[in-house]
C-alpha cells in the first residue's frame, strides 16, 4: 500500500513556476508507476505525466510537454514535477497518484492510491 502527501502548491503569475512534490510511504514505493493528475473546476481528471517505476520512462499530455519536467527519487519515496512557463489554464488541483505496474500507465482507473491534492493557481 501506498499513501502520498502532495506539497509546493500556491499562486503564481503566467511565466512563474511550480515544483510540486509528492512523498510517499510504503516500501514498495519503487515498484508502481507514479502520475501527476489535475482537475479544474468543471472540468474531469487528466493525466499530466507518468514515469516508470525506474524513472526509465516518461509520458507527458501534449498540454504541458515541453514545459512540465517529472521525476523522482526512489530513495526517498518521492516524485517531483517541475513546472514552467505556467498559464492560466494550468490553474487546477494537482494529485499524484501511485498505481501498480511497471510499465507507464495512463488511465485514471488504473491507479491504485491518490493524495488529497494541491492547488496550482497561475493569474494571467
Known amino acids: 500500500q501506498v499513501q502520498a502527501v502532495e506539497s509546493g502548491g500556491g499562486s503564481v503569475q503566467a511565466g512563474g513556476s511550480l515544483r510540486l512534490s509528492c512523498e510517499a510511504s510504503g516500501r514498495t514505493f519503487s515498484r508502481y508507476t507514479m502520475g501527476w493528475f489535475r482537475q479544474a473546476p468543471g472540468k474531469e481528471r487528466e493525466i499530466v505525466a507518468a514515469?516508470?517505476?525506474?524513472?526509465?520512462?516518461?509520458y507527458y499530455a501534449d498540454s504541458v510537454k515541453g514545459r512540465f519536467t517529472m521525476s523522482r527519487d526512489n530513495a526517498k519515496n518521492a516524485v517531483y514535477l517541475q513546472m514552467n512557463s505556467l498559464k492560466p489554464e494550468d490553474t487546477a488541483v494537482y494529485s499524484c497518484?501511485?498505481?501498480?505496474?511497471?510499465?507507464?500507465?495512463?488511465?485514471?482507473?488504473?491507479?491504485?492510491?491518490w493524495g488529497q491534492g494541491t492547488q496550482v493557481t497561475v493569474s494571467s
Open positions: 497518484a501511485a498505481a501498480n505496474s511497471q510499465g507507464i500507465v495512463l488511465r485514471t482507473d488504473y491507479y491504485d492510491y
Open positions: 514515469i516508470s517505476w525506474n524513472g526509465d520512462n516518461t
